[in-house]
């Protein structure tokens, strides 16, 4: 059985989602010391002047080493008002936001209280609209020497891509302002390729791995 680690993450990159239908069981870290500017509490959408990151953000932690798991939403600012602006103009005009706009709303009205609570709930329902069930499960104790570590490999500050994933392009709503964005958050692709957006997910050889698609 292949079994991949990954982090908690925010809207994850598409990178982060290939690993979701490409290893049998995800185990999710959450017994790290809590890391900043990664993609545990941040991501990238596609926007008309191109890149622009949406940063959840979290209250500081009692002390210096505390586990991502007892990491807290901070109450503080209007962010969730904000992301849901910013997805809003960056893809009103993409070809499934509408269609898929009532399953994300809901998360910029409702109050979480933890970091990866909230994005446990988010990934969820990212997991149903794209039709695949990952094994998921948490670590209870940090690993470091684990085979098929993807917790600092999938990282906004230092991008690097991998064996298992190799960026396709797909419609965006700007590529003819700026070319095509890879790896930009799921969003980003549910809203511009919709039913579709599992086969940019899939690595080289796998289509056959799902009988449905080909039905």
């Known amino acids: 059985m292949s079994v991949a680690y990954l982090s908690t993450a925010y809207l994850a ?11 049998d069981e995800i185990r999710i870290e959450t017994a790290e010391n809590y890391p900043k500017q990664t993609f545990r509490n941040r991501c990238h959408i596609a926007t008309a002047n191109g890149i622009q990151a949406l940063s959840v953000p979290v209250e500081k932690p009692a002390c210096p080493k505390c586990p991502t798991r007892d990491i807290r939403i901070s109450g503080h600012g209007n962010w969730r008002h904000i992301h849901w602006n910013a997805l809003v103009s960056a893809y009103s005009m993409s070809p499934f936001f509408e269609y898929y706009a009532d399953d994300f709303r809901p998360f910029y009205e409702k109050k979480y209280n933890y970091l ?4 446990e709930a988010l990934q969820s329902m990212v997991c149903g609209l794209l039709d695949i069930q990952p094994v998921i499960t948490h670590t209870v104790k940090y690993e470091p020497d684990a085979e098929n570590d993807f917790r600092a490999v999938i990282d906004p500050r230092h991008p690097q891509l991998d064996a298992t ?5 797909y419609y965006q709503v700007f590529r003819d302002r700026h070319g095509f964005m890879p790896n930009m958050s799921i969003v980003d692709l549910l809203f511009n390729m919709g039913p579709e957006s599992i086969l940019f997910l899939l690595p080289k050889g796998f289509l056959k791995k799902i009988p449905k698609l080909h039905a």
């Open 13 to 23: 990159p598409v990178q982060y989602y290939s690993k979701l239908v490409s290893f």
């Open 116 to 119: 990866v609570e909230y994005n």
């Open 165 to 169: 994933f190799a960026p396709r392009p």
